[in-house]
Structure formats: structure tokens, C-alpha cells
């Protein structure tokens, strides 16, 4: 069973202290690994996909890297409007339908 | 191009009452998806359809129907609402399942059932 794991639950930092989110999953084959954001009241939006280890992905001030086991999303210098809920997904290569398996999510707040 | 919408934004229904949630996309997306967000549980598959006129069954269909007649359409039914269907529910719909695979998701349904 397709599972992920996404650390911290929560996370507090102000502007400009750079850090990593974290998302371990455990698949069986790995067709692809979805990272999102989520602002409270709304969908989730989509930011970035990672296809196989060693790949980066850059938006801003985002940074997605993909291993084995493992992806993080680098957050560098963070402004308040970083401040969202960021979803992890992956899909596995077992899949004919695309199904997706969410991680619980990581709250990101950023202080002024 | 107004990507994936969802009718109505918030709905309270008492137990027992049916009531059908719309959800519309207009990139031209063969495969569209159901999904119901709570607190703890993270985000879980309803239904999904992989084309005009099929669908199947996700990780929680129990409770739920849903038909698309047309391509661009996703429609998710509750026949006879329960206290514990009360949850947001997404849509969303995805080019692939291969590459451009990524699932693009609508604003979001808040339901509550009293």
C-alpha cells in the first residue's frame, strides 16, 4: 500500500529564515511525486512534479528535490504570503487511473 | 480559461436529504476525479472517470454516486445524506495519467449535514 508521510505537522518561521519541508512515501513504483499548496477555503494548487530521483524543480522562492525515498520542498528567505498548508502526493506506476495518495500535509506560517 | 469550478461553494443538509454537487472544467481533461478532505484524514478518492460515460469507484465511494454524460462534466450525488458525509469535497481533473499528469483542483464544496 502507496503510503506518505509528510514532517513537520507544523512549521513557524520568520521572513527570510529559509528551511525544508519534508515528504517520505513508500510506493511500489514511482510514476510520479506531486508537491501543492493549499491556502485555507481553497483547493489545492498545483506547484511542482518530480518524475525520478536526483530531478529539482525551482519556482521562486521553491525548490523541490527528489530522492529514492524522500522529497523536500526548500523554502529560501519566506515571505508571508508563503504562509499555506503544502500537500505532498505521489502516484504509483501500479495505477491505470492516476490515483494520488496525499500526504497529512505541512502548515507553514510566516511572521513579518 | 476558468480551469476547474465547482456549484455550489457551501451546502447544509439535514439526514436523509439528496443533493448533487456540479463540477466543470473546460480544459478539455479526459480524466476527472472526486476527492473529500477532513480534518487528520488528508485528502481521499471518492470516484474517478476516465473518460466521457465511465466511472469507477475510489478509496471511499460508500454513500456517494456520480455519472458524466459529458466530457467536460463531473457530477457527485448523495442520495441520502449521513452526518459523516459532512466534509469539503474537491474535484479535479488531469490531462494524463502518464506524463502531464499533474491533477488541477477546483475551490472546494463545504457540506454539512445536520
Known amino acids: 500500500e502507496d503510503q506518505v508521510t509528510q514532517s513537520p505537522e507544523a512549521l513557524r518561521l520568520q521572513e527570510g529564515e529559509s528551511s525544508s519541508l519534508n515528504c517520505s512515501y513508500t510506493v511500489s513504483g514511482l510514476r510520479g511525486l506531486f508537491w501543492y499548496r493549499q491556502d485555507p477555503g481553497k483547493g489545492p494548487e498545483f506547484l511542482f512534479t518530480l518524475y525520478s530521483a536526483g530531478e529539482e524543480k525551482e519556482k521562486e522562492r521553491l525548490k523541490a528535490t527528489l530522492t529514492k525515498k524522500e522529497s523536500f520542498l526548500h523554502i529560501t528567505a519566506p515571505k508571508p504570503e508563503d504562509s499555506a498548508t503544502y500537500l505532498c502526493?505521489?502516484?504509483?506506476?501500479?495505477?491505470?487511473?492516476?490515483?494520488?495518495?496525499f500526504g497529512q500535509g505541512t502548515i507553514l506560517t510566516v511572521h513579518p | 480559461n476558468a480551469g476547474v469550478t465547482q456549484t455550489p461553494k457551501f451546502r447544509v443538509l439535514k439526514t436523509g436529504q439528496s443533493m448533487t454537487l456540479l463540477c466543470a472544467q473546460d480544459?478539455?481533461?479526459?480524466?476527472m476525479y472526486w476527492y473529500r478532505q477532513d480534518p487528520g484524514m488528508g485528502l481521499r478518492l471518492i470516484h474517478y472517470s476516465v473518460g466521457e460515460g465511465t466511472t469507477a469507484k475510489g478509496e471511499v465511494p460508500d454513500g456517494y454516486n456520480v455519472s458524466r454524460l459529458k466530457k467536460q462534466n463531473f457530477l457527485l450525488g448523495l442520495e441520502s445524506a449521513a452526518p459523516s458525509q459532512t466534509s469539503v469535497y474537491f474535484c479535479?481533473?488531469?490531462?494524463?495519467?502518464?506524463?502531464?499528469?499533474?491533477?488541477?483542483f477546483g475551490p472546494g464544496t463545504r457540506l454539512t449535514v445536520l
Open positions: 480544459m478539455n481533461h479526459e480524466y
Open positions: 502526493a505521489v502516484q504509483d506506476k501500479g495505477t491505470s487511473y492516476g490515483k494520488l495518495t
Open positions: 479535479a481533473s488531469s490531462y494524463s495519467t502518464v506524463y502531464y499528469n499533474e491533477q488541477f
